[in-house]
């Protein structure tokens, strides 16, 4: 079955260093999205793609925080520099261009930081 | 998207029926109910979703009531992998994707 990939699965880092996140959408998913989940909440959107175009980045703190998706396959949201407030699970998810909400999410493992 | 209430958590016996409730009063009527849930360490997973009319699948069924106001999430024979934070999402697909909002969920504990 075809999965959402993501790399690292965990990652440590000092506050000010920079530190990046990888992923690989399903095969032929055009949206692509970055999600952040602090613990003990849900998750919260950083930024959605469709192909390699941004169409929501509103939630995204730009001084600090990066998304690429230059070929419209995967994608790499860095973070530069890392603030201890930044510890979370990074989660990438991937979707099929929309039908009128007939198509899911699919999520990947996620990347759990922690900056010390 | 329209804002939803869960229960902050709920109990279930194993091989018993979980029923979670989900209210989402200020639906509109171009809005579908998505659930997801989340195991523990696990990224989000789609269970079924619906517009008006009840739905089931492999995993679960979707009971929405006639005025869309509410819905609930059956998992007829809940096992101990079912323990999980179950998210309930209302949503519009905006025009390029489909973005979910998710809010804080109901922890489900399956006991034995």
């Known amino acids: 079955e075809a999965e959402v990939a993501q790399s690292p699965r965990y990652k440590i880092t000092e506050k000010s260093q920079a530190v990046a996140f990888w992923c690989d959408p399903i095969?032929?998913?055009?949206?692509l999205y970055w999600y952040r989940q602090i613990l003990g909440q849900g998750p919260e959107l950083l930024v959605q793609?469709?192909?390699?175009?941004?169409?929501?980045d509103s939630q995204l703190p730009k001084d600090r925080f990066s998304a690429e998706r230059l070929k419209g396959v995967d994608s790499t949201l860095k973070i530069q520099p890392a603030e201890l407030g930044d510890s979370a699970m990074y989660l990438c998810?991937?979707?099929?261009?929309?039908?009128?909400?007939?198509?899911?999410?699919?999520f990947g493992q996620g990347t759990r930081l922690t900056v010390v | 998207d329209a804002k939803t209430t869960q229960p902050t958590s709920m109990d279930c016996a194993e091989g018993r029926a979980a029923n979670l409730p989900c209210n989402h009063s200020?639906?509109?009527?171009?809005?579908?109910v998505y659930w997801y849930r989340q195991i523990h360490s696990q990224g989000p997973q789609y269970i079924i979703h619906g517009l008006k009319n009840n739905e089931t699948n492999e995993m679960a069924s979707l009971i929405i009531t006639e005025d869309r106001k509410s819905s609930t999430l059956i998992l007829p024979h809940a096992t101990l992998r079912d323990t999980a934070v179950y998210y309930c999402i209302v949503r519009v697909p905006n025009n390029a994707g489909n973005m979910l909002t998710f809010g804080g969920g109901t922890r489900l504990m399956v006991k034995p």
């Open positions: 200020t639906i509109s009527g171009n809005e579908y």
């Open positions: 095969s032929g998913h055009a949206t």
């Open positions: 998810a991937s979707s099929l261009k929309g039908q009128r909400g007939s198509t899911e999410a699919f």
């Open positions: 793609f469709q192909d390699e175009s941004v169409v929501d």
